[in-house]
């Protein structure tokens, strides 16, 4: 049984069919059996209040005398909320549409009182709608500041007695926010602050349009509205005049306003025609009290005589930058994590301000439950909230706008918008991508939607589309040059809409065209051939039947062809991943989050896209590899787009092949970030786990790190159980609950790269619990540059003694310091695993080094410590130096110069030093240069020999040479 679905904040609302023997719609018939599960979503009134407004209005004693039965009833039915046929009515309503969709409770940021920001609605006219498309047809996103502004409480409001407003025609595009106005009207209206109607009655036109058989309007609201049975004989009546009927989607029905084809009644008893009946309604020739709001799209706009029409209403979405970011606060407020939230609003009430291409996007209310989405999924989901995919949100986005719409092609034959969208929008997304184009002209436009060549039917469905559709994916741009141009309002939409296009198959060569067609007609025709045939291979000679062996042959050959093509697509997503001259180097994920909140460049903040030529298309192949995933394809079949299993599963075959080779050749950082979101999306652990088994090492270094990009880590490389020879998660902004998420693959990594992320406490936490569990097998552990106070020496000091496997540990520049170093030096020797641990650069003084050694001097395996750029004096140098360690003794490495002679580890230190330097500001540099220098001098200054002082002139000029490399970068 379904159940009415209301999304809200611009989304498809929709009465969902409740089916009686009549076929009529009532979704409102079992609510009742529905509430246990709507209590949990907070949607209904508390119990006890509930119960006490019952108790309260029973013991009511009422005095009024009636002047008929009939009133005596009526005025009984309002004693009790809980009897009253309208209160009742209003509670239901309310309920229904307050309603949350699959798509918003996974959110689970916000409640039920900031569902809605008001959309603004100006008074229009058709002539307006008209000029609005009249570039490229399509809708213009146009600032209302012009026209006059209608509070929604005032839409029937008329400016003078002789002029009363009772037919309204609400007009937008898709995502515009005309549903956003209903919801926010009815629910008004439940609430007792819109008491200018007695009753409101909403109807979905597209539910009326599948009631076949005729029925009279009392009859349709009591099987709608079960509740209404008693009071319905009242409508029209006399006794219930102010009555409101809302027809949302009137585009969805055909509307016939000739008196010879639809015959005037006035009768709400007679069974009509749903179309008859909204006819009648609108004519006032009906209930000629009742007022009407029709909503509807822009090409639907003149099927309503403009005689009939007592005002016109634009949507107008949310026309400036502070409305967009009012609905954005109220989205995406989270109590328990306000820091991460205003650092988030911040950016993006920035990038709304620069009036940024986010800014144009979120005219659409669609657009910004989107954006909100996309956020969600990027900065909110945790490994214990079940996260999507990036294209599972893309093709949720399209259901909810577009759901199971169809639209007429040429032939007789039913087309989903979805598919039709993929084949015209499409296909012009993908010819942008071949060409790296982002801006497209009205001849690009002809050619992707193949106008040339169009009938007069297939004209006319395009003309509809662009006016009511494609001004939701697209939209103008200003152009110092006459020649408009267009682009897509979401740039990442239009790397899935391509995406879209070519798994679907719509991308065919000729071959495979005239191919296809052939097939089709040999398969229709062979049905009806085999039977006669059968019949006359006893009466005709053998060879008259050699045809018939061409109808089992020619589908083999369209095989082939037909593989070539799943081929093709595999080939197309690994060259669009590793694309040799894209030179974008943000992983995708941060690229989308970049488009959303902005990106800083130095000299001024400019948001992602902005510039026309910066597009790289790298969501693409990910894009591709998402939609053949299965949960994907499920929704893609509702919405009237079929992927085969066997064309997925061809397409694999070949994509494993050509993936492979290109995994086994190091990939850059953000390559290897994309690969792993690629293998996510595509949701299949068998391919994910042959892919993964190839990644020994994976090299992450400045790719920044989120809760997202840990878990999609974490799922692919755990669809293989092979051991990982290192990963380096360098200057990536790891956090404690990103060691979380990943530490299962943690655990198998043998060398594991830390540095550069100013870990905080939570996070050594997790380090000193990934070190002690009995699993762990690292080896070799880099912590450079990550603070170590005295409580995260307390975590991770009782895991270093405890752990078994760590041999080697940096803990350069930490800022221990001599009290630190005094923490820390119990728990070292009493460690018995490990050969060397760096302690470099740490502001140590002479004893704080020399307590050190004296401790650790009978360590059974420690063999090297390392002590240079601290603060050890020149003498104190010359002491550690002295140090002869016995035959398993510690070395310790205090200068890049031992006493006159270069260090046997100089080459070591200094590739420790350079490797650490890179992502150490100028000042910091300068500092080693500094130290580094002093040891030279401090040598220079012990030794006469020549030849040694060509030694140390070889040293300080590799010293320099790097350095130098090193600020260069910098710059």
Known sequence: MQHLKYLPTGMKWTLIKHQTASGVMNPFADVCRTTSGMFQHGL???????????????????????????????????????????????????????????????????????????TVIAESSPEENRDLTAKFGIYCHIDPKESKIIKLDKVFTAESVESPVKNVVLFGIVGMGKDVVVNRLVLDWCDGHFNEFDLILPFCCADLSSQNLPISLNKLICQKYTQLKTIVPQIGSGRLRNILFIFSGLEQIKLDFHILKNRLCNDPNEP?????????????????DASILVTMRPSALDSIPTKYVDRYARSCGFSDAEQQYLYFRNRLELAEDSKTTEDLMKMLYKNLQRQSQLTAGCFL???????????????????????????????????????????????????????????????????????????????????SFGLDSMTEEELNQVTTFQMDML?????????????????????????????????????????????????????????????????????????????????????????????????AIANTMVFEMFRQEDDFNKDVLEQINASILGREKEGGSVAIGERMDAQSFELFPTFMAGLLAQENRALLKQLGCTIKSVTVREIANNLKKHLCSAVSKQLAPSELMDLLVFLYELQNDAFAGEISSILNSLNLSQVKMTSLKCFVIASVMNTSNHPIETMNFGLCNIAGEHITILQPILLRCKNLNLQFNNLGLGAWRELSNLLLDPKCAIENLWLCDNALS?????????????????????????????????????????NRNLKEINLANNLITDDGAM???????????????????????????????????????????????????????????????????????????????????????????????????????QAQNQIEYLLKQIQQQKK
């Open 851 to 953: 307590a050190l050694i004296e401790i650790i001097k009978e360590h059974p395996t420690l063999e090297k410590v390392h002590l240079y750029l601290n603060e050890i004096s020149n003498s104190g140098k010359q002491m550690l130096q002295a140090l002869q360690p016995g035959p398993e003794g510690v070395n310790v490495l205090v200068s890049i110069m031992n006493g006159s002679y270069n260090s046997m580890h100089w080459t070591r230190i200094l590739k420790n030093i350079v490797w650490n330097a890179v992502n150490q500001d100028k000042q910091s540099v300068e500092a080693y240069r500094n130290l580094l220098q002093n040891d030279l001098n401090l040598s220079w200054q012990q030794t006469r020999n020549p030849w040694k002082k060509v030694k140390l002139l």
């Open 471 to 567: 001004g939701f994916f697209m939209s103008p741009i200003a152009q110092h040059s006459c020649e408009p141009l267009l682009r897509f309002t979401v740039p990442a939409m239009q790397e899935y809409l391509a995406a879209l296009y070519v798994v679907l198959g719509e991308k065919k060569t000729i071959l495979e065209q005239v191919g296809s067609a052939v097939s089709d007609t040999i398969g229709k025709a062979s049905e009806d051939v085999t039977a006669i045939l059968s019949i006359a291979s006893k009466l005709l000679p053998f060879r008259i039947l050699a045809f018939v062996r061409l109808i089992n042959i020619f589908p083999r050959i369209f095989r082939k062809i037909s593989g070539k093509s799943k081929k």
């Open 790 to 830: 005295e409580a995260a020496i307390n975590y991770i000091g009782p895991s270093i003694t405890q752990n078994r496997t760590l041999s080697h540990l940096s803990l350069l520049h930490t800022s221990l310091g001599d009290d630190g170093l005094r923490i820390l030096a119990p728990y070292i020797r009493d």
């Open 272 to 288: 009509l025609p749903p179309n008859n009946l909204l006819v009648n309604l609108l004519r006032k020739y009906m209930l000629p």
């Open 44 to 118: 209904l009134l508390n119990l006890r209040q509930i119960a006490s407004v019952i108790v309260r209005n029973k013991n009511q004693s009422f005095s009024v005398r009636p002047s008929s039965v009939q009133d005596l009833q009526c005025k009984s039915l309002r004693t009790s909320s809980a009897r009253d046929p309208i209160e009742e009515h209003r509670r239901r309503l309310k309920h229904w549409f307050s309603y949350m969709s699959n798509e918003e409770k996974q959110f689970d940021l916000f409640s039920v009182e900031n569902w809605h920001v008001e």
């Open 365 to 447: 209310p669609s657009y910004c439950w989107f954006i909100c989405a996309t956020l969600h999924f990027l900065h909110f989901t945790t490994a214990n909230v079940p996260i999507q995919t990036l294209t599972g949100l893309y093709t949720n986005f399209l259901r909810l706008n577009f759901g199971g719409e169809i639209i007429d092609s040429s032939n007789q034959q039913t087309i989903s918008i979805v598919r039709y969208i993929a084949k015209t929008v499409g296909k012009l997304a993908y010819e942008g991508i071949e060409t790296k184009k982002v801006l497209f002209s009205e001849e690009d436009l002809q050619k």
